[in-house]
């Protein structure tokens, strides 16, 4: 018998009243699993119909805070409660209008993606499997559309945090004078220092106090005019740092910021870390995918040099949450920082532990999802020639939306437009800085709730505005031209009342 008959007879013959989570009518099921589907794409169709953002009403929030449920209301009856208590409130990051934070749209396709991978369910701590091909072959991809070098390993993570996380893991144990899986940081015979721009993440900082090395180890380096890092204070830094006996082992770089998207010059910094033995970890978070249309790749030129590289896809790849990745050229040094084969996951030269697929030795998660497959089926599907045409248009629109900006009399740019952040300000002649923070601060709040358009807040150079970050494939042209409208209105509304002291400062 093969082993089709042995399980198809065996299969035949359970009678049983065991307990499963699988259901009893399997149509009935398929039935809801049907107009799940229609729900989802009834709202994803029709979605820039609809308010950006609205608060949870009391009542909905209320049943959000039920007890553990010990007896079951049945699926129907728990998809009805989705359908009342969760779906009518989106966060607004599917809705064209949304450029808050830096946060990623979402596409149908990723949405069913995201069923496959659930339903097949597997477990890509790596070995024999298809799905562990299929994240060696997505990385392979990545790194070909990025630039880097094919000889390079990588994983993917949850998103950019545990990206650079898993990055700076690796250029912590490579640049430590001692064996630092052994003796831990404490034993390090002089503190070690790591340099970022003013500009970075806080994901860096949290990271750095994760690897037990101290927020105060990454020293933050003041930026230029254009909010890069200054070349010549981060030299001076490390120079300092040297002569008083701490020891410099890693640069962090950004390929877009957070706050205005700036990119640091990265062939700058990959020079300075060549010359001085320094690691380059470059934090892409979003900016580094803008090296998939060719009139940006220019700007990020140096990326490619970094010893490790992280960037999202479920930012300005329109991915659904969370897929990022991390890039680390030096394959040995990846697998050296977190490698460990304890008896019960011994590899084996045959069978569904043998092959050389090994995701668990590059990272901190043992049980991983299928987080490959969203960007395998969305790029075999579309092409990445898809994803550079909306990065391109997000950066065409940036632009679009900081003429308007500049062309207004009443608003005022607060940043640099370089990639597709747009930093701004509601200013009148009436008032006074302090004043101008507050009437910003109000009208960003109005904005936010009022559900027409959803940027959230800038706060540059110690002022008070609106930031769009511009990371959306629903975006049309006209919903900039929203934008700027709802923001006079909306600005000149709030001054008026300021006038009369009716804003609380
Ligand atoms: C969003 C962001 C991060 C953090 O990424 P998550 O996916 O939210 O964990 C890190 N760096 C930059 C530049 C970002 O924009």
Redesign the pocket.
């Known amino acids: 018998m093969t082993a089709n008959q042995v399980a198809s007879e065996v299969f035949s013959r359970a009678t049983s009243d065991e307990v499963t989570l699988d259901p009893q009518d399997w149509d009935a099921l398929r039935a809801l699993g049907h107009r799940m589907v229609d729900d989802m794409f009834g709202m994803l169709e029709t979605v820039g119909e609809r308010p950006v953002w609205e608060p949870l009403p009391e009542e909905v929030a209320a049943h959000l805070t039920q007890a553990a449920p010990h007896e079951g209301e049945g699926v129907e009856r728990a998809y009805a409660d989705f359908l009342t208590d969760i779906y009518p409130y989106p966060l607004g990051n599917i809705n064209p209008r949304f450029w808050g ?2 946060m990623g749209t979402g596409t149908p396709l990723g949405m069913l993606s995201s069923m496959l991978a659930a339903g097949m369910n597997f477990n890509v701590r790596g070995g024999n499997t298809a799905a562990s091909l299929v994240e060696t072959q997505v990385l392979g991809w990545l790194k070909e559309l990025l630039g880097y070098p094919a000889e390079a390993s990588g994983l993917l993570v ?7 996380l898993t990055g700076l893991t690796v250029a912590r144990n490579q640049g430590a004078e001692i064996d630092l899986r052994q003796h831990g940081v404490g034993a390090a015979p002089r503190p070690m220092t790591l340099y970022a721009s003013a500009e970075t ?1 806080s ?2 900082q949290r990271a750095v106090e994760v690897l037990g090395l101290g927020s105060e180890s990454l020293r933050l380096i003041p930026c230029t005019a254009d909010f890069e890092i200054d070349i010549t204070a981060l030299r001076q830094a490390i120079t300092e740092d040297r002569a008083s006996g701490t020891h410099p082992f890693c640069v962090v770089g ?1 390929a ?3 706050n205005t998207g700036a990119i640091d010059d990265l062939n700058a910094l990959a020079d300075l870390c060549e010359r001085e033995g320094l690691w380059l970890h470059v ?5 580094a995918l803008a090296h998939l249309v060719p009139s940006l790749r220019p700007r990020l030129a140096g990326m490619e040099r970094a010893d490790s590289l ?1 960037f ?1 896809m ?2 300005w790849l329109s991915l659904p949450y ?1 897929v ?1 990745c991390v890039l680390v050229r030096d394959a040995a040094a990846h697998r050296a920082a977190f490698a460990m084969t304890p008896p019960y996951l011994a590899l084996g030269s045959r069978g569904p532990m043998s092959g050389p697929h090994w995701f668990m030795d590059r990272g901190i998660e043992l049980s991983r999802p299928f987080r490959a497959l969203s960007v395998w089926l969305s790029l075999k599907a579309y092409g990445a020639a898809a994803f550079a045409g909306v990065i391109e248009q997000n950066v065409s629109q940036a632009r679009y939306l900081a003429d308007l900006i500049a062309a207004a009399p009443e608003l005022e740019l607060l940043a640099p437009t370089g990639l597709n952040v747009v930093c701004f300000r509601f200013v009148t002649g009436d008032h006074d800085e302090a004043a101008l923070d507050a009437i910003n601060q109000e009208l960003l709040l109005r904005l936010q709730e009022g559900g027409v358009v959803l940027p959230s807040n800038a706060a540059v150079g110690g002022r008070s505005g609106i930031r769009a970050a511009i990371t959306n494939h629903r975006s049309r042209g006209e919903d900039f031209d929203l934008l700027v409208a709802e923001v006079q209105r909306v600005g000149s509304e709030v001054a008026a009342e300021d006038a009369i002291g009716n804003v609380a400062r």
């Open positions: 934070w830096v949850s998103g950019g945090s545990v990206a650079n993440h994901s860096v950004n877009g910021t957070t934090d892409g978070t979003f900016g992280t999202d479920h930012k969370g990022g």
